[in-house]
């Protein structure tokens, strides 16, 4: 995710922004970076098989 930070920070610097300034507003504009990293982590993790395993304990424990 911190490529996608510097690619928007280098496109402001670009266009005349100071570095600081680019970077800032960079940051800003890709909003809550942990936010994004747990959405992506789960997204690409194991955490369908976690919730599918609670899925399936649940109907277990319903049946009985």
């Given amino acids: 995710m911190r490529i996608h ?3 928007a920070a280098a496109a402001r610097r670009a266009g005349g922004m100071p570095e600081r300034e680019a970077q800032t507003a960079a940051l800003r504009s890709f909003g809550n ?3 994004a990293a747990e959405q992506a982590r789960e ?3 194991w955490t369908w ?6 899925d399936l304990r649940y109907a277990f424990r319903t049946l009985n």
């Avoid at 098989?49 to 609670?54: A, E, F, M, T, V």
């Fill in 5 to 7: 930070v510097e690619m």
């Fill in 33 to 35: 970076a942990t936010f």
């Fill in 43 to 45: 997204l690409w993790g």
């Fill in 49 to 54: 098989l976690d919730r599918l395993g609670q």
